[in-house]
């Protein structure tokens, strides 16, 4: 079976929905989880969130903590976690951004996922 990628626009993906397409049941750290993204192939399960920040602020830094966290997270129960993000906000707030980066097996920015990154991703189970 290839590669099927699930993106409903009108709501997020959430447990319940993973678990009655592919039987998968995915612990989340808090109850109002939603997932934006969720791609399976035969070896993984990814999980994907995306933001885009056009202005700087707060909301950067804590979003990218509590990533470094939810990787965490969702590694533990062998799971794939990726963030997609990009913005002008990140230029003046790089230091949470670079931690997250160090962190996280896969932080991507737009110009990264045009190129075919996240394809390679998961096309080669990585």
Known sequence: MGSLIINISTFKVRNLFLHQIWNINVQVDKS????DFAIKNRNNLYLIETNFYGGHGSK????????????????????????????????TTLRP??????????TLNLNMVASGLLAEIITQNL
């Open 32 to 35: 109002n989880r939603r997932f």
């Open 60 to 91: 950067l830094k804590s979003t990218a903590g509590e990533y470094k966290a939810l990787f965490d997270f969702i590694s533990k129960q062998g799971h794939q976690f990726i963030w997609v993000t990009d913005g002008l906000g990140w230029t």
């Open 97 to 106: 951004l670079e931690e997250t980066f160090l962190h996280i097996d896969y």
